[in-house]
């Protein structure tokens, strides 16, 4: 399974936001620093007020900030809000599936079972476990600028 540059992206966001919660974040200066596409952060931003992990504030001083504590997100759910699908193989789109095997074919049961266990070890983790690490942070930081 291969997940879009949208979530590699909002992952990246929110590992940012939850890092340095006193701070609130422009998308020019976290696509700077992480040297991303400006217009996809922001598609990618949108995407994560909407379901409700990032708030974001305009004007002077405004910016980016979680929602919600670091702890309470879990990754499951920030892939589920930012994939558009997990249709892995064309039998799991049912209006797009033209299998002439899928009547009789065993492959959809592992896959199901495949992509919800994936899930599952997801879901076991939050946005702090990311952040656990003393010194990983300041490592991170130091890649990041800051």
Known sequence: MRLTVHTDYALRLLMLLAMEPAQRHTIEEVAARY??????????????VQAGFVSSLRGRGGGLSLQRAPADIRLGDIVRATEDGFALVECFNDQRNHCVITPVCGLRGPLEEALQAFLKV?????????L??????RRLKALLGN
Do not use: C, E, F, W
């Not at 997801?122 to 990311?130: F, H, R």
């Not at 656990?132 to 942070?137: K, L, M, N, T, Y």
């Open 35 to 48: 040297a991303i596409s400006r217009n996809h952060l922001m598609k990618v931003t949108q995407t994560l």
């Open 132 to 137: 656990r690490s003393p010194a990983g942070v």
């Open 122 to 130: 997801l879901d076991s983790y939050s946005l702090a476990d990311l």
